[in-house]
Structures are given as structure tokens and as C-alpha cells.
């Protein structure tokens, strides 16, 4: 008994990785200057279009240590993007329902841009080095390879803001790179590939993508290896990587056999589906937020409420949970499926593929999330606020173990493997506990915290690690791919260039 109760107080720790502000230097009394200003950085702007937000974020990268900062975050709520003008043709929709045009979405674009630099007194024509554009915004597709048309708009937007084409693809050679970039990139000495952080992308036997919200699968990967280098995670292949932003997406990466010539691991697996949209569908429920289009980011906000709840509920609140699981189907998506939680799909080409597609959606492409919002009207009205943060966080976590319990099944989560996680349906409240807590049941690792972790914006931060990808930015002594305990790739990426 008394170990039980000492337990509460001693659990290990969830790794949790927040943005940092980029370090100062000071020269005396008064406010430091920024050091980015000062040393070499490299800044990326991540243009993100969700189906809740959309983002700028501004990130620096010290190019002498390899370690992201976050300049600016500028954001606005994707519900109030202006609505479609005469003449104008709608070519998507958020999960919401809030109609899409491709200039409505480049306005947007181009306005969020320009305020995020002029927030901090940056210039996009000089200042900025590279844009990376992303979009979970799937639902209205027919098909994965739609989403190059979204991402087309995106890239309007960036070109209305000023920023030059070239500062959105990769340079021909180091002599294309800016002065101040070219002692720091590898650029003649490696070939860009397609691989980021150590993996290269899925590709079907047909050649097109599986999933629609593939590239934020991609970058998710890529933040969190960014993000973990913050903590004493080695998160290298192999490695789960899911991102709970309201769509969910993510990749399952190989492991690479420290002498194989090849140094890049494979994507073995995607997540789609929903995710975040689960807790905004209970919380629709309450009346305290905006109908259909109200989210648990409005009611929580980046971090959900912390209230006082009393253990003698807990019954209470596992039948609440269980109760929302009941319509929340999570498994390998079946090959005969175009959809799966209203995310398009090419679930035959990923199982040709030998890739595991796995999807979390609720009822079918979302049919049951109505269903949701009257088990959350009912917790309000009995329980109050305390319990409804109570179940969300519960609800979440529990979706993510299950996750991780098909990836089991499928024997994709070896010894040296690690999980991270990014999105706010996984990272806020006491979402990393429960989910840490659920790993250590598992058994999966001798140390489970050693092998688990939680990043914030890890969109931004893989944007920022893909520009470096693409300009051949590494740091040998700080490597982001290989495998777990593994050395630096680089050696083996300068032979294989020869």
C-alpha cells in the first residue's frame, strides 16, 4: 500500500518539448539582441493550412549548432478565411465545412506571411532563406494526388508575399546557395534524394501517393527528430511518428543495418484518418463553443485545463471513455477503402505496397461524431468542466495506444524502435502521462521514457529540418539520421555520391 501510494509522487516524467525563444546576446544594460541576428541562422517559414488553423512559423536554425528556435508564431483560425467571391471556383473545404477557393487561400496565405515577418522586423526578401508549404486540408478530395492543386495555392501565396522561388526548392549546387549558407552545407560533397531526417518517402507501385496527407506525415517525422535532439531521446530509426493535429498523420520508418551501404530507412507505414477532430466533436456537444465549427482549441486552448478531479470519479469517467470508443474505429484501413475518416486514400496501392496503412476515423468517415457531441453534452450537464477535460484527455490517449497496439500487431515496433508524438490531441493536458503510463503497461521497452516523446509544433520544426535536407544543412556531430546509438550517415551519403 504504501508503495502504491509513494508511486503517485514518483512516475517518471512524460518528455515534453515546447518551442524555446532563440537566445539573446547582450552588450551591456538593456534588452539583448537576438542572435540570429547576430550568427549565421538559417530561417524557414512554415506555411501550414489545417483544417482548424493556419500557420506561419517563423523558425531559426543555428547553423554552429544545429539546434531550432522559434522566431514568431503567427496564426488565425482556417473558419475565417473570407468567403468564396463571384466567379470564383471552391476547390475544397475544411472538415467544418468552410468553403475553399484558390484565392481565397492564397489571400490568406499571403496576409499571414507578411504578418509574421513584420511581427518581428523581418524581411521575407532578405532575411528569410526558405518556405516550406504543408496542408492537412483533405476531406473535399477525391483522390491523394489532389492535394498538389492545394499545394499550388499555398504556393501563391508565398509568391504574393514576395518571397522568390527559389527560396522554395532545393538549389541546383552550393554555388546557388546564398555566401553565408555555403561553409555550413554538405551541398557538393551529397545528393538530395528525397530524404528527410535519414528516410525516403512511400511509393506505391503506381507511383502515386497513398495517403492525401502524406508530405505532413513527412514532416511530422521530421519535427519530432528535431524536437527529441532536446531531450535525451535518441529518436532515430526506427521510429513511430504520429501527429494528433485534427487530421491525423504520421509514418512507421524501417531499421537499416548499421552496414548496409544504403544508409536511408524505408517508410513502412502511414497514419490518416481523424484525430484532433474527436475532442472538437465531444466539446460541439457542450454549447460552449461555435456549432460545428467551434474546436477543443477554443475551449481549452493550447493547454487543456489542469482541474482538480477527484479519483472516486474514475469509474465515471472510464464509461465516458469507453462509450466514445464504442465509435471510434481504429485498424489497418481495408484495401477496398477510398476513405477512411473522410481522409482520401489509396488503401489497395499501400497493401500492393507492402506498406500498413492505419486509420483512426469514427462511425464511418466521420458519421458518428454527432454521436460524440451528445456523450459530451451529457458530461458537461452532469459533471462539469473538470470531467469533460478529464474524459478528452482519456479519450485521446487511449486513441493513441491503440495506434500503437495495430502498429504492435503488424510487428513494427522492435526493441530499439522509439514513438513520438505531435499535435495538440496528444500533447496537451495529461495526454503524455496516460499515453507514457499505457507504453509501461506494454512492455515494449526496459525504459520506457527513454523511448517515448512529445513535441510541440512539429510541423514547423520538420519544415525547418527539410530546408535543411534540401540545402544539405547537417551537423555530423549532432546526426538526425542513422539508427538508434548509431553513428552519423554522412560518410556513407559522400561515398554513394562518388
Known amino acids: 500500500m504504501c508503495a502504491r501510494f509513494l508511486e503517485r509522487f514518483f512516475k517518471p516524467t512524460p518528455h515534453v518539448v515546447e518551442s524555446p525563444p532563440p537566445p539573446s546576446i547582450s552588450h551591456g544594460p538593456g534588452p539583448g539582441v537576438p542572435e540570429y541576428r547576430v550568427k549565421p541562422y538559417f530561417i524557414v517559414a512554415s506555411v ?19 539546434r531550432s528556435y522559434v522566431i514568431n508564431k503567427t496564426v488565425s483560425m482556417s473558419r475565417d478565411v473570407r468567403p468564396p467571391k463571384p466567379g470564383e471556383t471552391v476547390f475544397g473545404e475544411t472538415l467544418d465545412g468552410t468553403q475553399l477557393t484558390r484565392e481565397s487561400v492564397t489571400d490568406l496565405v499571403r496576409d499571414t506571411l507578411i504578418r509574421s515577418h513584420d511581427a518581428v522586423h523581418l524581411s521575407i526578401k532578405d532575411d528569410l532563406d526558405f518556405v516550406v508549404r504543408s496542408t492537412g486540408v483533405v476531406a473535399a478530395m477525391d483522390s491523394p494526388d489532389q492535394v498538389g492543386d492545394f499545394v499550388i495555392a499555398l504556393a501563391n501565396g508565398c509568391l504574393a508575399a514576395g518571397v522568390p522561388p527559389r527560396k522554395m526548392t532545393p538549389p541546383m549546387s552550393i554555388d546557388n546557395l546564398p555566401s553565408k549558407l555555403r561553409q555550413f552545407s554538405f551541398a557538393d560533397k551529397v545528393v538530395f534524394v528525397g530524404a528527410v531526417a535519414g528516410v525516403v518517402p512511400p511509393v506505391g507501385s503506381t507511383g502515386v501517393e497513398m495517403v492525401a496527407n502524406e508530405m505532413e506525415g513527412e514532416l511530422a517525422m521530421a519535427g519530432v527528430k528535431e524536437g527529441a535532439k532536446w531531450t535525451p531521446v535518441d529518436f532515430r530509426n526506427p521510429c513511430i511518428s504520429i501527429d494528433f493535429g485534427t487530421t491525423l498523420a504520421g509514418r512507421i520508418t524501417s531499421d537499416v543495418a548499421r552496414d548496409d551501404p544504403n544508409p536511408f530507412a524505408r517508410t513502412i507505414g502511414n497514419f490518416c484518418g481523424i484525430a484532433g477532430a474527436i475532442p472538437d466533436a465531444i466539446v ?34 472510464d464509461e465516458y471513455v469507453e462509450r466514445c470508443h464504442e465509435h471510434i474505429d481504429i485498424r489497418i484501413v481495408p484495401s477496398d477503402r477510398t476513405r477512411f475518416g473522410r ?5 489497395d496501392i499501400a497493401a500492393e505496397s507492402g506498406i500498413a496503412l492505419i486509420g483512426c476515423d469514427c462511425g464511418v468517415n466521420g458519421s458518428d461524431t454527432p454521436i460524440l457531441g451528445e456523450i459530451g453534452h451529457e458530461i458537461y450537464e452532469k459533471h462539469g468542466m473538470g470531467m469533460l477535460t478529464e474524459v478528452i484527455d482519456r479519450v485521446c490517449a487511449k486513441m493513441a495506444l491503440r495506434l500503437i497496439d495495430v502498429t504492435i500487431e503488424s510487428g513494427m515496433v522492435p526493441p530499439n524502435s522509439s514513438i513520438g ?17 499505457g507504453v509501461a503497461e506494454r512492455n515494449l521497452y526496459d525504459k520506457p521514457n527513454d523511448h517515448l516523446v512529445f513535441v510541440d509544433d512539429g510541423l514547423a520544426r520538420g519544415a525547418a529540418l527539410m530546408g535543411r535536407c534540401m540545402n544539405s544543412l547537417g551537423k555530423p556531430k549532432a546526426p538526425l539520421g542513422g539508427v538508434r546509438d548509431g553513428a552519423c550517415i554522412m560518410s556513407r551519403r559522400i561515398k554513394i555520391g562518388k
Do not use: W
Not at 48 to 66: F, V
Not at 429 to 434: A, M, N
Open 48 to 66: 501550414e493550412m489545417g483544417n482548424t488553423t493556419t500557420k506561419c512559423i517563423l523558425t531559426g536554425t543555428s547553423l554552429e549548432t544545429g
Open 343 to 347: 481522409v482520401p486514400v489509396c488503401a
Open 421 to 437: 508524438f505531435t499535435g495538440r490531441a496528444a500533447i496537451s493536458g495529461r495526454k503524455p502521462e496516460y499515453i507514457l503510463a
Open 284 to 317: 460541439q456537444g457542450t454549447g460552449l463553443v461555435k456549432g460545428n465549427k467551434g474546436t477543443a482549441l477554443d475551449l481549452f486552448g493550447d493547454h487543456s485545463i489542469q482541474s482538480p478531479f477527484g479519483g472516486r470519479k474514475r469509474s465515471a469517467v
